[in-house]
């Protein structure tokens, strides 16, 4: 999955006195899209500190390997590289290693660069960079907000309030029947080709394995039974921390498609299941775990 990589590992510490070093890496994100440079080889690097105007406050996010990874202030200066060209819409078409481009996170998943590693950096550093800019002032009292020192949080020093990271609870639903799998398309995934598995949002005052049966009845209108827990995989593009689930249905096995969420749900024998075609999903790894007879029973 996409928080694979190993033998790296991110270090999430909070130290809000780090700063940059030369060979740090910087992110910018604009309407999700990231400054990076990507080569032919589908290979992207992002922004040194060297690279940039060293004045402003820059804020620590995380370190890979001892590498920091900051987020940059806005209004940024570039100085030792040419201007910034907008590729957010077409990835097809590399850069040439003299500049950086603007690059669609979701579009660098999809279209196949890599290090896995910069990949996922990439998506926590999203999901951290949303949250700093939609946080900058209180919703209490209006105050702007100030760093934590002891933990992340952002602090209103008006009215004192604390505010942490959003992390939204979400599921992945694995619905068999006997040997085969439920497999759907989502109608807002309608350039996606591939297959995805029953999902969504926990409400408030919902346990996860109940967040789980309303989900399948609601999107399939079906009723299940021996939900077990698999794994689980933050997805910061989405600020969500995924749980997955195999369950097995419990009486008839019509689907009734929920048109308003899926276009399509098929049920799928065990050889004939469809996966993803790269392995950064939880999504994709419970459909490959069921392919090959190894899910929990």
Aim: net charge negative.
């Amino acid at each position: 999955m996409i928080q694979d990589i190993g033998p790296k590992r991110l270090i999430n510490h909070y130290d809000p006195e780090r700063r940059p070093a030369p060979d740090d890496r910087i992110f910018w994100f604009s309407h999700g899209s990231v400054m990076t440079q990507a080569s032919a080889e589908k290979q992207i690097d992002y922004p040194r500190f060297r690279d940039v105007d060293p004045d402003g406050r820059y804020i620590y996010l995380f370190s890979i390997d001892g590498t920091g990874y900051f987020l940059a202030p806005d209004g940024i200066r570039f100085q030792s590289v040419s201007p910034v060209r907008d590729l957010a819409a077409d990835l097809s078409d590399p850069d040439d290693g003299q500049g950086f481009i603007l690059a669609d996170v979701r579009r660098l998943r999809r279209d196949g660069f890599g290090p896995q590693s910069e990949i996922f950096a990439a998506y926590t550093a999203l999901q951290l960079a949303n949250w700093y800019r939609d946080n900058r002032f209180c919703g209490t009292c209006g105050h702007r907000t100030k760093l934590g020192k002891t933990e992340r949080s952002l602090i209103c020093p008006s009215c004192g309030r604390t505010i942490y990271p959003r992390v939204i609870p979400a599921v992945i639903v694995g619905v068999r029947d006997g040997n085969r799998l439920l497999e759907t398309k989502y109608v807002r995934s309608r350039g996606v080709p591939f297959y995805a598995l029953v999902a969504g949002f926990t409400e408030i005052g919902e346990t996860l394995e109940q967040t789980v049966e309303r989900e399948v009845m609601e999107e399939v209108g079906l009723r299940v039974k021996n939900i077990t827990y698999y794994k689980s995989q933050p997805w910061g593009i989405v600020d969500d921390i995924l749980a997955g689930f195999y369950c097995d249905v419990d009486g008839d096995s019509a689907i009734t498609l929920d048109r308003s969420e899926l276009r399509e749900a098929v049920w799928m024998e065990r050889d004939e299941v469809v996966t993803q075609p790269d392995n950064f999903s939880l999504t994709n790894e419970m459909m490959e775990v069921f392919k090959a007879g190894k899910d929990p029973q």
